[in-house]
């Protein structure tokens, strides 16, 4: 039987969505449909943060409890009006996707794209990072108020080189610091990528039983691991306002900083989130407006 669609024009741009009804996130019965409308009212403070990016799409075709795949070559099936960029990717060449306005992201939307992993370059200059990323990722046993301790570790260490910084959920078990730097004369290999290890180290150091830097997993057990080695041109970061493959559809959150007094209240689902938005306007917006310039190491 065919599935189900429904014609629907977004901006000027002609749309056919389907299985609208699809279940996606069984739990708590939120469907496809409930994704694309979530995708679409966060729109006004999401897309500054895709605008201009290589994304990978991460598809749920069958919804969290099935198969996922990602997908960073843009589908061929892809409406013309689209933007692709082409960016340079070890020995070949990707044409990803460029998420810059409402109708393409209401598309990804309908291919079950459940999270937005956007480069931390723009496509037009993939070698220079727009943004430092830290990513404070719990081991067993350690849990979310560990890493709102270690999140303002890391603050007080990049305000003491003059950096500022936001910070947001993962929606999943952790947080991320984000540094903005907009800057034009900054790079990965020598710029984010030795500063960010150089944190991290530092931080590891004074904290040995609260932190480690390195990935392997024997030596991560009750310590908070931060994870400097997403500030690499071939990474991606799910994106602020991101929908996570978890149980419940819950959201990648930028915070304010006195948030992380209460680690308990910061899981927050897509409802709870457009509220936020509405009330608090978009919190991580420095992220993609503040220009700063790293220090000399």
Request: hydrophobic letters at 35%; charged letters at 30%; proline letters at 7%.
């Amino acid at each position: 039987m065919a599935a189900a669609r429904v014609e629907v024009e977004v901006e000027g741009r002609r749309l056919s969505l389907s299985n609208l009804d699809k279940v996606m996130y069984p739990a708590v019965g939120f469907t496809k449909g409930q994704v694309i409308d979530y995708y679409t009212r966060i729109a006004p403070v999401l897309l500054p943060h895709l605008r201009g990016r290589p994304l990978t799409l991460k598809r749920y075709p069958n919804g969290v409890e099935g198969q996922h795949f990602y997908e960073k070559q843009c589908p061929s099936h892809r409406p013309e009006w689209v933007r692709t960029e082409a960016v340079p990717t070890g020995n070949r060449t990707i044409d990803f996707c460029v998420c810059d306005d409402l109708p393409t992201l209401v598309w990804v939307a309908n291919l079950a794209d459940l999270e937005l992993h956007p480069s931390l370059s723009r496509a037009e200059a993939i070698e220079r990072p727009t943004a430092m990323a830290f990513d404070l990722d719990p081991g067993p046993g350690a849990g979310l108020a560990r890493c709102c301790e270690v999140a303002r570790l890391l603050r007080d260490a990049l305000d003491g080189l003059g950096l500022e910084c936001r910070v947001k959920t993962s929606g999943s078990k952790g947080l991320q610091v984000y540094v903005p730097l907009n800057a034009e004369e900054v790079d990965y290999d020598g710029g984010t990528k030795p500063l960010s290890q150089a944190l991290a180290r530092h931080l590891e150091s004074q904290h040995p039983k609260l932190i480690v830097s390195s990935q392997r997993k024997e030596l991560r057990r009750g310590k908070v691991l931060i994870d400097w080695s997403q500030n690499d041109e071939h990474k991606t970061t799910v994106c602020v306002y991101s929908l996570r493959a978890r149980e419940r559809p819950t959201v990648s959150t930028p915070l304010d900083w006195d948030e992380l007094d209460d680690p308990d209240a910061l899981s927050f689902d897509a409802a709870a989130v457009l509220d936020r938005a509405e009330e608090r306007g978009d919190l991580f917006a420095q992220v993609v407006e503040v220009r700063q310039e790293l220090p000399e190491l």
